[in-house]
C-alpha cells in the first residue's frame, strides 16, 4: 500500500461520506415518517375533536398556552390537562368559570363565553391531545 494520501482518495472519502450519509438521512426520514401515524392517538378523533381543534385555532389558545411544547410560556403546558384535573368535566368548568374582565391587577385567562358543544369540543380535543404517544413528555405531571 502507498503511504501517500492522495487527491484522488480524499476526493472518494469526500463523495462516499457524502452518498453514505444522505443515504442515511433519507434512511432515517423515512423512518419517522412511518413512524408517526402510530404514534398518534386517530381513533379518538371524532367531529367533536375536529370542532375543539377549530375552536382553538379561532380563540389563539396558543398565543398564551403551550400544547405538547409548542407555543406560547405564558400560560400553562395544556397537552396534559386532562389528566393533571382528572376529567374533561374539570377542565370544562375551570374554562366556564372564568371571570369576565380577568382576574385583577395581572394578565389571566380570559373568559371565552363557549358555547356548550364548543366547551366539549375542546374538552376532546385536549383529551386526544393528552393520548397522543409523545414518548412520556412531559417528564413531570406540571410540565
Ligand atoms: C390571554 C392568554 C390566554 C389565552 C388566549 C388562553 N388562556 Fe387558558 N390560561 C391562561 C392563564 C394565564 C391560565 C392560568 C390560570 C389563570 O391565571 O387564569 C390559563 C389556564 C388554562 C387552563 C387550566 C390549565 C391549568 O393547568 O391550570 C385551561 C384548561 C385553559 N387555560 C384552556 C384554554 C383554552 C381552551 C383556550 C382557548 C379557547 C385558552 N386557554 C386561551 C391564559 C390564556
Known sequence: MKE????????NIYYGGSLFFLLLFFALSF?????LPDRDNRQAINESVTLGKKVWEVNNCIGCHTLLGEGAYFA???G??????????AVK???MSRPKDGVPGRRSMPQFNLSE??????ADF???VGGVNTENWPPNIQG
Do not use: H
Not at 4 to 10: C, L, N
Not at 80 to 89: D, L, M, P, Q, T
Open 80 to 89: 396534559n390537562v386532562v389528566k393533571r384535573y382528572g376529567s374533561k368535566a
Open 76 to 78: 400553562p403546558e395544556l
Open 31 to 35: 423512518d419517522t415518517v412511518s413512524e
Open 4 to 11: 501517500t494520501f492522495t487527491k484522488g482518495m480524499a476526493r
Open 117 to 122: 358543544e364548543e366547551l366539549q369540543g375542546v
Open 93 to 95: 368548568a375551570f374554562i
Open 126 to 128: 385536549l383529551e386526544y
